[in-house]
T-cell receptor, first 113, second 118 residues
């Protein structure tokens, strides 16, 4: 069964460093998402992306965050200057244009020290 | 605005016992509702979804959920727990599907950790 894949599974970074989290959505999907889950808290929506542009973003998704689809298969989340409070599990997700199911990856656990 | 409340951050049952995980939602329009499961060290997997058809929805692994508009609930049940059901379960709501928007954003509850005792 097709799946969303994410790399790395776990990354430790120093505060202030840039981090790029990578995702390969399901191949025929056109809508892409990033969600995050801080330990012990809810899974929160960050951003949705369609047709090479952001379609919606949450208040969490400030200027430190950016997303990109650099080629036909990858979808990335960049955090420009990480803060301690960015430590979380980041989930990538995708959806087909005609579907109402959002498929999630296994997550990338980011630890900022 | 849409929101989800999952009552009980941790539910413990014995193997073979009934599983009941509670979810209440708030939505300004009739919503679509979802249950996702996260097994240890894995991603979020869709268990089942309600999309305004039958109010009793059957999902994978013997789980089902019933949409009750009058109670704004979408509780998840399974008649007989199995050890392999131990996982974290997330209820989620989306108004966007109904409104026909393209974002189809999900709003999640905090999750309920299910443990199954032998």
């Amino acid at each position: 069964e097709p799946e969303v894949t994410q790399t790395p599974s776990h990354q430790v970074t120093q505060m202030g460093q840039e981090v790029i989290l990578r995702c390969v959505p399901i191949s025929n999907h056109l809508y892409f998402y990033w969600y995050r889950q801080i330990l012990g808290q809810k899974v929160e929506f960050l951003v949705s992306f369609y047709n090479n542009e952001i379609s919606e973003k949450s208040e969490i998704f400030d200027d430190q965050f950016s997303v990109e689809r650099p080629d036909g298969s990858n979808f990335t989340l960049k955090i420009r200057s990480t803060k301690l409070e960015d430590s979380a599990m980041y989930f990538c997700a995708s959806r087909a244009s005609s579907g109402n199911t959002i498929y999630f990856g296994e997550g990338s656990w980011l630890t900022v020290v | 605005a849409q929101s989800v409340t999952q009552l009980g951050s941790h539910v413990s049952v014995s193997e073979g016992a009934l599983v009941l995980l509670r979810c209440n939602y708030s939505s300004s329009v009739p919503p679509y509702l979802f249950w996702y499961v996260q097994y240890p060290n894995q991603g979020l997997q869709l268990l089942l979804k309600y999309t305004s058809a039958a109010t009793l929805v059957k999902g994978i692994n013997g789980f089902e959920a019933e949409f009750k508009k009058s109670e704004t609930s979408f509780h998840l049940t399974k008649p007989s727990a199995h050890m392999s059901d131990a996982a974290e379960y997330f209820c989620a709501v989306s108004e966007s599907f109904v409104r026909g928007g393209s974002n189809y954003k999900l709003t999640f509850g905090k999750g309920t950790l299910l443990t199954v005792n032998p």
